[in-house]
């Protein structure tokens, strides 16, 4: 069964600074993809980015960016230029790339606290 | 284009009731999940339907149960209720199949139970 470790419960950042949240991973498998959500007290799960294995090219959505080691099993968020409306819970997520149900596995989360 | 809908946004049961919760899927999706979120902790998937069958479960005993409909929107039940069941439980839709299959779930903004 594949595992994801989010070790850091807590963070903050200074408005307009960078923050790097980390997670890794445990998983026998050679082909996945990795997610981080974002979920703010609205409740709702946001998609942030998503990263398919097999691709050495890290992702890239505007102020959001991955560092995937994939021998590493490490997957970290850093999110630049940081705004106030990105304060809420980051999860990292792990999804088989076969399978019938495709389940996502989630990490702890981390709290991101945003200061002005 | 709709999200996807969770009713009743809260809910406050009595230990050993029974509890039906809804979830209308995001248009075009074809697959609904259906996660447990403990305060404090990452959600924990429970089962996901497609074509009206459960294809995936994860570690959660029969009392859990569920339907998805012809309109793909979906029902949780969960009989003889227990305090440690009071979570917020979160439904996502998805397709399963094709490219776009690959682009994760949306998620609804849960529904909060609490098991007094």
């Known amino acids: 069964a594949q595992t994801v470790t989010q070790s850091q419960p807590e963070m903050s950042v200074q408005e307009a600074e960078t923050v790097t949240l980390s997670c890794t991973y445990d998983?026998?498998?050679?082909?996945?993809?990795l997610f981080w959500y974002k979920q703010p007290p609205s409740r709702q799960m946001i998609l942030v980015i998503r990263q398919e294995a097999y691709k050495q090219q890290n992702a890239t959505e505007n102020r959001f960016s991955v560092n995937f080691q994939k021998a590493a099993k490490s997957f970290s968020l850093k999110i630049s230029d940081s705004q106030l409306g990105d304060a809420a819970m980051y999860f990292c997520a792990y999804r088989s790339f076969s399978g019938s149900a495709r389940q996502l596995t989630f990490g702890s989360g981390t709290q991101l606290t945003v200061l002005p | 284009e709709t999200g996807v809908t969770q009713s009743p946004t809260h809910l406050i049961k009595t230990r050993g009731q029974q509890v039906t919760l809804r979830c209308s899927s995001q248009?075009?999706?074809?697959?609904v999940s259906w996660y447990q979120q403990a305060l404090g902790q990452g959600p924990q998937f429970i089962f996901q339907y497609y074509r009206e069958e459960e294809n995936g479960r994860g570690n959660f005993p029969p009392r859990f149960s569920g339907l998805q409909f012809p309109n793909y929107s979906s029902e949780l039940n969960v009989n003889a209720l227990e305090l440690d069941d009071s979570a917020l439980y979160l439904c996502a839709s998805s397709l399963a199949r094709g490219a776009a299959s690959n682009y994760g779930y949306t998620f609804g903004s849960g529904t909060r139970l609490t098991v007094v």
């Open positions: 998983t026998s498998e050679s082909d996945y993809y």
């Open positions: 248009s075009g999706h074809n697959t």
